[in-house]
């Protein structure tokens, strides 16, 4: 897998707010990379992090429709010291349904892969029945006889 020739040699920043760990740098089109990530005491990236900023370059792949399904696989653990390259791979685009495939690259390995689904916004089925009337508030005392 071929590398970013932004990322290769250069360091990531401690992020400081969630905004920042979620912000991609976009180097072309379905690529992406993070500079800033989770500092700890092990130097390793963690699954939450990884899978959120996986989403977000999914994300801006699409439009007019959100996450409807995901699947993911920790291939191995990441290092906060480099960025991470986030590869997307449009699968389908269709009216209602688009997929996508998300693999995380460092050091020209795969440490995480994911799928996932996004469904256009639209009005479901409702099957509740309307509340009867004449019933009294629930926050009501009940009426002893």
Known sequence: MESLSTGRGSTTTPARTLSDLLTLNQASDGRFYSRHHLANHVGV????????????AATATVEGKS?????????????TRIPVEY???PLRDGRSFSSRRVDAVQHD??????LVSFHQLEQGFSHQKSMPKNL??????????
């Open 67 to 79: 996450p409807n399904s995901i699947n993911a696989s920790f291939l191995s653990g990441g290092d």
């Open 45 to 56: 990236l963690f699954g939450g992090q990884i899978l959120s900023q996986a989403l977000v």
């Open 136 to 145: 009294p508030s629930p926050e009501s005392p009940p009426v002893s006889g």
């Open 87 to 89: 590869c997307v791979s």
């Open 109 to 114: 390995q795969i440490i995480f892969t994911m």
